[in-house]
């Protein structure tokens, strides 16, 4: 079994070719994803519709970690999500997360970032 760092590590690697169904296999049945100026996701299947309907506007993301720590079942990392727009323009956004991890899979995710730089990225 996969250590919690080891999980957190392969889930972010998993944003830079993403397939929903795969990104979601990470997750608990009963996981919460929360971007945190957003409202929570809750469980494994709306998790995978949030990524689906994420790729409409971003064909990936890749996570550049630049430091990562893990104690026990929890894992907190310091990195910029770079979102790459079907359009062409990538999108850096500085992130911290937060995850839970049980038993091989992800049971809580938080990430806190600037709303505004979400907003731009979106915006014609």
Not at 35 to 51: K, S, V, Y
Request: hydrophobic share 45%; proline share 6%.
């Amino acid at each position: 079994m996969s250590s919690p760092d080891e999980i957190v590590r392969a889930m972010c690697r998993a944003w830079s070719t993403p397939d929903p169904a795969e990104i979601a296999r990470f997750f608990a049945e009963d996981a919460v994803y929360h971007n945190i100026p957003m409202e929570p996701i809750l469980g494994r299947t709306a998790i995978a519709d949030f990524i689906s309907g994420f790729l409409a506007t971003f064909t990936a993301i890749d996570f550049d970690i630049h430091l990562q720590v893990a104690n026990g079942p929890v894992v907190m990392n310091e990195r910029t999500d770079t979102l790459r727009g079907k359009d062409g323009r990538d999108t850096p956004l500085p992130v911290v997360g937060v995850f839970e991890v049980r038993d091989g899979l992800i049971t809580a995710w938080r990430d806190y970032f600037d709303m505004a730089a979400i907003t731009r990225a979106f915006a014609v």
